[in-house]
């Protein structure tokens, strides 16, 4: 038989023992697996990109801001910085000066520019369905083309609009020479035609204010006809060549915004308010709505193919009336766009539905 009987000392001397060899054990166990352990894995590195808008900020730019404030950009490693612009030309100076990454200048100035040398090209296409077009009193009776015989036309000659105007008229049967053409500063166009000096005015569909609506009607020259591409996302040849994959993650993230924006509009116009307070908020919206008519396209096409897409088509026939309006020859496709950096993003569903409501509210 075992004696279990312990003297006080023979008791601390073994609990200490315990206890000391547990702490090393644990000790020794901890270090170990630490020397063990992999390295922490480094926070990815963020890349700030640019990228110049059109013109002053405006409603179509909401889906930027949106795809900001989900994240889009920082799960691509991407931290945007956006910058407003002060028409095409003014981008595409910037564009070839390395000044921004991206920027958002019309199509057929770019083309232009290409054509003439820039070394830029159009990496996706925002605007699938023409928001170009003519806004006209509401009171003015004019419904389409035939009504402007005899009319005032009153815009800057330089603008895409006014060089577009003469095709407009021709494909629907209208003498250009019946209607007069104004040169009139884009400062005092507006004023002009709603004091009734011009009947007609050079705008976009997504560049009126609410306030404005109330007031005009706009005439598109995509629903007689003239659908041209109109704004792009435009990059340099040195970045496509130097950084093929910024140019995809930037517009991965771009195309998610906007996805998300024709899904919920109302978001979209939160997310821009809320970096852009000094928008009227009603504003923001009317434009958005019309900027994503125009983003969205062809619904079933663009189902089909996913947003940004350029078909050959569509860019052959847009690059023949801007040659033709702007005096320049025409050069090979591929030297103008390219469709390599697009991630397939399609519209949702319910993307017509969300824009056409909001789009019946002043139409």
Known sequence: MVDEKVTRRGWLKTAVGTVVGFAVGMVGGYLAGTARAPPPTPAPEIAIVTFQTGWAFVGRDAPFFLAMEKGYYEEEGLSLRIFRGYGT???????????????????????????????????????????????????????????????????????????????????????????EMRNLDPGVAVSALLAGETDICGFYSESPSAALWEKVNHINFADWGLDVYNNAIVAHL????????????????????????????????????????????????????????????????????????????????????????????????????????LTKILPPENAEENINAIIAEVM
């Open 89 to 179: 030309s003014d981008v595409l100076k910037n564009m070839e000066a390395k000044k921004f990454d991206f920027g958002m200048p019309g199509t057929s100035g770019t083309i232009k520019a290409i054509a003439e040398g820039a070394q830029l090209k159009i990496v996706a296409m925002l605007h699938l369905r023409s928001v170009n077009g003519v806004i006209v009193r509401k009171d003015s009776g004019i419904k389409g083309p035939q009504d402007m015989v005899g009319k005032i036309y009153g815009q800057t000659f330089a603008s895409e609009t006014s060089l577009l105007l003469p095709y407009f008229l021709e494909i629907n049967g209208v003498d250009p020479a019946t209607v």
């Open 238 to 341: 040195d970045l496509m060549a130097e950084n093929p994959e910024l140019i995809r993650r930037f517009l991965k993230a771009t195309f998610m915004g906007i996805r998300d924006a024709m899904a919920n509009p109302e978001e979209a116009v939160d997310a821009m308010h809320k970096y852009r307070p000094e928008l009227k908020r009603e504003d923001i919206r009317i434009q958005l709505a019309f900027g994503l008519q125009g983003y969205l396209g062809n619904p079933e096409e663009t189902a089909k193919l996913g947003l940004g897409w350029v078909t050959e088509e569509k860019m052959a026939f847009t690059q023949k009336i801007a040659s033709e309006a702007f005096g320049f020859e025409e050069v090979p496709l591929e030297r103008i766009y390219t469709n390599e950096y």
